[in-house]
């Protein structure tokens, strides 16, 4: 916990009107998040109660956006409990693999995460969209990430990401491009495998068990 | 955060544009042509050629909230016996011929050199001065586009004549487009302030002077600005400024010493608010709020977009 909380209190320092809580033992944030820009200066602020789960550094902490701008519904990535929705699991769970620092969680998934908000303010839309509701929105990391739309065949892809051996990084790639391994379809494996094999195999489970029962 | 001065001048100035009323501006300019056609029906054997346009709007500096459709009608050397003949007879056919016009808000009026009409269209007034001139002499129009114009008497001025050239006032500001937009900047100004006594012309013609006279023209719109600014708050009280068609015709003269000095004290004080706040521009130069489009909003959500863009997540999920 001692190490979570100098991480957190040194990235206060960059977020001077967030504070660290501490209360019954569990940390949290609480305090305004300024969306600066570096020529336009701040275009918008939020405020936001940040609680940090158990797994944290290796997932998201749990943010609840408490000025009540965001409307609290799930077409505004709004959860039930009125967490924000930052990311579509596997993505969370890739970013998050080797540990985060709430810094790095602060800049890079939180303000942009806020400052998408505010766009869809300003314009009625995402900038560039969104993943859809619950699991179809799993379908659709994996069909962007895959380029690939046809379930059926991203199912058979993750299992071999899953249960084959990979071909070496230069040998030729298993798609039939003809082009080696490491340029072709290395790094996409790797961005799926990473937030671990066992959490892909329960995945592969789940969306092949929907895909059955849609069948 | 401090005002961009450059950037909220441009807002400024495109909140004025003639396009955010071109509904309106049609049915003036229709009113306009029938003007035009009275005047060659009523004339056809005395004109030299039909009423060309002046005013603002044909030297492209006018702003939405004042602007003039003027026009000006040339006559023959040989038409009317004299230029006040020419002068009464514009008045008395208008007079006559716009009476029962559901569209003319006010009596016609005798103005210095021309004929005031003011339409009223859907509730908004217009001012259309119609301008008769003359000749100089047979035929020499074409050559010279130079006319003789009456000047009707006010309090302590007898009548006189004057001489004009609409296409050198037209062509004064034609291709100066940095100077046109100080020119909208300062009628801006002036419209706003009620400061009457200087005369749009008297703006165009040291507007133009400023910038002839600075051997180095600063590029951003507010650095023109303050330039043209500083020029007239130091040169206003002194300057000799002529009519280009016309050297008789001092138009620094029309404005009295005391207007100068006054005009000095309010260049001098908007500028030390300016350097005092920014923000201050904002109440000399305010955006017409019918008209001011969202640029800080379009800014905001490039802004927005870009910082989301920054991110290592591109989309968010609807989790449930």
């Given amino acids: 916990m001692s190490r979570i909380i100098k991480d957190i209190d040194y990235s206060l320092k960059f977020y001077p009107k967030l504070n660290r809580v501490q209360k019954d033992g569990l940390v949290s944030v609480s305090g305004e998040i300024p969306i600066v820009h570096s020529q336009m200066g701040e275009i918008d602020k939020y405020e936001v109660l940040i609680n940090f789960p158990n797994e944290f550094p290796n997932c998201f902490p749990k943010v609840i956006e408490t000025s009540n701008k965001i409307p609290r519904i799930a077409d505004r990535h709004v959860n039930i409990d009125n967490t924000l929705c930052l990311a579509v699991l596997p993505e969370e769970l890739a970013v998050c693999k080797n540990g985060i620092s709430f810094k790095f969680f602060l800049d890079k998934v939180l303000v942009p995460h806020l400052a998408r908000e505010t766009y869809r303010d300003q314009t009625g839309k995402y900038p560039d969209g969104e993943f859809g509701h619950g699991f179809e929105g799993v379908w659709e990391y994996y069909e962007e990430i895959l380029s690939q739309k046809n379930r059926m065949l991203i199912i058979s892809e993750l299992e071999q990401i899953v249960y084959s051996n990979w071909p070496g990084r230069n040998s ?23 937030p671990g094999r066992e959490f892909v195999l329960k995945i592969l489970t789940l969306l092949k068990k929907q895909l059955n029962e849609q069948n | 955060m401090s005002l961009n001065k450059g950037k909220y001048l441009q807002q400024t100035l495109e909140s004025y544009k003639m396009k955010h009323v071109s509904n309106l501006m ?36 006018a702003i939405n909230t004042k602007f003039d459709l003027d026009v000006c009608q040339p006559f023959k050397h040989n038409a009317f016996g004299t230029l006040e003949e020419m002068a009464d007879t514009i008045f008395d056919f208008f007079n006559e011929e716009f009476e029962d016009d559901d569209l003319v808000g006010y009596a016609t009026r005798k103005q210095r050199v021309s004929t005031g009409i003011t339409f009223v269209i859907d509730g908004d007034e217009i001012q259309m001065d119609i301008v008769p001139g003359r000749e100089l002499s047979t035929d020499d129009y074409v050559e010279t586009n130079r006319l003789n114009l009456y000047v009707r008497p006010k ?12 296409q050198k006032h037209i062509d004064l500001v034609k291709g100066k487009n940095s100077e046109r937009s100080i020119i909208r900047l300062l009628k801006i100004w002036k419209t ?17 002077k400023a910038f002839e006279k600075c051997s180095e023209v600063p590029t951003g719109i507010w650095e023109q600005l303050e330039m ?18 016309n050297s008789n015709n001092v138009v620094s003269d029309t404005m009295t010493d005391s207007e100068k000095i006054n005009l000095h004290l309010d260049i001098e ?31 905001k959500s490039a802004a927005a977009l870009s910082i989301a863009r920054s991110g290592v997540i591109a989309k968010p999920w609807i989790g449930y």
Avoid at chain 2, 155 to 166: F, K, W
Avoid at chain 2, 228 to 245: Q, Y
Avoid at chain 2, 270 to 299: G, R
Wanted: aromatic share 8%; net charge negative; with cysteine.
């Fill in chain 1, 172 to 194: 030729e790639c298993s798609c039939g491009s003809g082009i080696k391994f490491k340029k072709c379809h290395y790094r996409i494996w790797s961005k799926i495998i990473r």
């Fill in chain 2, 26 to 61: 049609e049915k003036y300019i229709e009113k306009r042509e029938i003007v035009k056609d009275a005047l060659v029906e009523k004339f056809k054997d005395q004109i030299v050629t039909r009423a060309i346009n002046s005013g603002s709007y044909a030297k492209h500096d």
């Fill in chain 2, 155 to 166: 309090l302590l001025e007898p009548a006189s004549t004057t001489q004009t050239n609409i």
């Fill in chain 2, 192 to 208: 706003n302030k009620n400061k009457n006594s200087i005369k749009s012309f008297f703006i165009e013609l040291i507007t133009i």
């Fill in chain 2, 228 to 245: 043209v600014l500083e020029f007239i708050g130091d040169n206003v009280r002194t300057i000799r400024l002529e009519d280009p068609a």
């Fill in chain 2, 269 to 299: 004080q908007m500028l030390e608010m300016i350097e005092s706040s920014s923000d201050n521009l904002k109440s000399y130069f305010p955006v017409n709020d019918d008209f001011v489009e969202t640029e800080d909003d379009e800014d």
